[in-house]
């Protein structure tokens, strides 16, 4: 989510500076870096390992690439792809915060992909709103799913696809506390609510495409398959008699 600057040029970003009032933004930092920290505690306790952390690095590699493409939605913002839930299903869903988090922090800092003191606030609605929200939308489908390993590959497409409209919803909600730019709240709803289905539906079969592909490679480093793979049973042959 992004807009134009005065000098006319699309700023590559999410929430830029100067789009939500001064008290929003420092409320949104709070709330994001508590819940950072709590998932930083979970990660290292439950998600992360020896085995999973590649992994993960390689996913905050691909969110990074996959934001830079931006798509227009009208009123002066843009929209693009947040990788929050394929991140979650594979490396679990704080170590995805975690990895959001470190990728909207390098886009901000050196890349002026939203503003520094919109930096809480990106990393709510892409780190915490679409991570979780999506991963509870994968969660509720997988249990819904048959209990088959190809159920975690579109759970995880229809968790991506929830949690895109669900960060345009809570960027919507903000900007109707705090709201500082001069758009129009219905319009900015509108916009962002129609285009991001559409992103959602691009967001998912990416999604679907990624996760089908580390399954089928290795399902033993997925963190929404456990529980789905294989039981191995180890026989003996019989003695002869």
Known sequence: MCNKTSTGKEQRVH?????LDAPTSVGTAVVATGVVAGCLVRSARHELTDRSAPLAGL????VFAAQMVTFPVGAGTSGHLLGGVLAAVLVGPATATLCLTVVVTVQAFLFADG???ALGTNVL???VVAVWVGYGAFRVALAVLPRRLSSVSLAAGVGAFVSVPSAALAFVGLYAVGGAAPIPLASLAAVMTGWHVVIGLGEAVITVLAVSSVVAARPDLVHGARGRLPVLVLRTPEPVA
């Open 125 to 127: 609605l892409m780190g």
């Open 15 to 19: 929430v830029p500076d100067g789009f």
């Open 59 to 62: 996913v905050a590699v691909f």
């Open 115 to 117: 503003g520094v003191s």
